[in-house]
């Protein structure tokens, strides 16, 4: 008998001793967290050691699938939100109130064009300001972060069932 070939866990990566006792199919279970795998023996590339039960694997694969959809949903909101921006609206009526009661100008059109026009232009330099240097950009970098990560471990968890599915 020739000695027992060595495979990683794929859970926690520890050693486990395969004997040739053990063909393509069969199960083994690591001593160190006790999850249990197939080994997969090839011309090429030995033995090789793959999750037994991809259930788990599945599972996970849709709470990441769902959150990856709350993160990109809390993304677009966060980038189509209005924020400080709205605020143009109540310094534009401010204006307005402001023009007619303590300057004592006549409410006309004009008057009117002329506090919507500092409204909008306040509300796009607020909203900017928000972007820039604010809350909206931390958010935004924040959501991106996370949203890419929920990626990376789903490709990890699709390729593990991929290899899996492959014994």
């Known amino acids: ?7 990683r866990c794929m859970h926690c ?3 486990i001793l395969v004997p040739d006792t053990y063909h393509h199919g069969d199960h083994v279970k690591c001593g160190q967290c006790g999850t249990r795998h197939k080994v997969s023996r090839g011309e090429r590339e030995g033995v090789r050691l793959v999750l037994a039960d991809v259930g788990p694997l599945r599972d996970a694969l849709k709470a990441n699938q769902s959150m990856v959809g709350r ?7 966060a980038r189509h939100s209005m924020g ?6 109540g310094l534009g009526v401010a204006y307005l109130i402001w023009q007619v009661a303590l300057k004592d100008q006549p409410m006309s059109t004009h008057l ?13 330099a607020l909203e900017l300001l928000n972007y820039i240097a604010l809350a909206k950009r931390k958010a935004i970098t924040r959501l991106s972060g996370e949203l ?7 490709r990890a968890l699709q390729q593990k069932i991929r290899e899996a599915s492959r014994v």
């Open 1 to 7: 008998m020739t000695e027992p070939v060595k495979g």
């Open 13 to 15: 990566r520890a050693d």
């Open 71 to 77: 993160l990109e949903d809390e993304l677009r909101g």
């Open 84 to 89: 400080l921006g709205a605020n143009g609206i």
């Open 112 to 124: 009117v064009w002329q506090a919507v026009m500092v409204g909008l232009a306040a509300g796009a």
């Open 148 to 154: 890419e990560e929920a990626r990376e471990e789903g």
